[in-house]
């Protein structure tokens, strides 16, 4: 019977041995596998297009018509690590503020509104010459990017929403809508049936 317990003894320490091994060698594929999938994470810092990129405006008279319009971006580029995007910046020259809408008349011309908007009752354009917005993280998933935006000379946070980005072409798409009173943007109307919504929205499309 001591013969027969032996060799069968010796075979479960065997059996034990090579079971240990391959549980090793299994946990070391997955570690290999793990660093070549943290080495294909690839940074990279993408300066955007400026020519094929801009922001387009639109604000409101509540219970009436919108005026809307385009902005060029004078500098920006993206950071990013494989598909997610993890920091950047772009800024906006607020001297190219130009209507696209057809709510003009004679007397209410589209320079009138440029003139005004870039005054202090709205944007004071010739001391603030520049918007920016600076991107402190992103959740692509849910479609938000979230930053800090500078208008006026005020920061705050904001969050862009629904985010697009198509990495074929390259072209990343958003929306954000501030509060221009959040701004010191505190115009109002003098007018009783011209109420000036509080609510901006940008467009935003960033060409990479």
């Not at 993408?46 to 405006?57: E, F, G, H, P």
Request: glycine letters at 8%; one cysteine or more.
């Amino acid at each position: 019977m001591k013969k027969l317990i032996q060799p069968i003894f010796g075979l479960a320490i065997a059996a034990m041995m090579i079971a240990c091994g391959g549980a090793e060698k299994k946990a070391e594929a997955t570690e290999v596998k793990e660093e070549m999938i943290e080495e294909e994470v690839v940074a990279k810092t993408m300066t955007i297009n400026l020519d094929d990129s801009k922001v387009i405006w639109t604000g409101s008279i509540i219970g009436g018509y919108s005026h809307n319009g385009t902005l060029a971006i004078s500098e920006g580029s993206i950071d990013m690590a494989g598909d997610d995007i993890t920091g950047g910046s772009f800024t906006i020259d607020m001297s190219t503020i130009t209507p696209t809408d057809s709510n003009y008349s004679e007397d209410h011309s589209s320079d009138m509104l440029i003139g005004h908007l870039s005054t202090g009752d709205f944007f004071l354009v010739d001391s603030f010459p520049t918007a920016t917005f600076v991107i402190k993280s992103s959740d692509l998933a849910a479609g938000t990017i979230t930053g800090d935006l500078t208008v006026k000379g005020t920061t705050k946070e904001e969050t862009i929403n629904e985010v697009s980005i198509d990495l074929a072409s390259g072209v990343a798409t958003g929306k954000l809508t501030f509060n221009r009173q959040d701004y010191d943007v505190t115009y109002v109307s003098s007018m009783k049936d011209m109420v000036l919504s509080d609510d901006i929205e940008l467009s935003i499309s960033l060409k990479m």
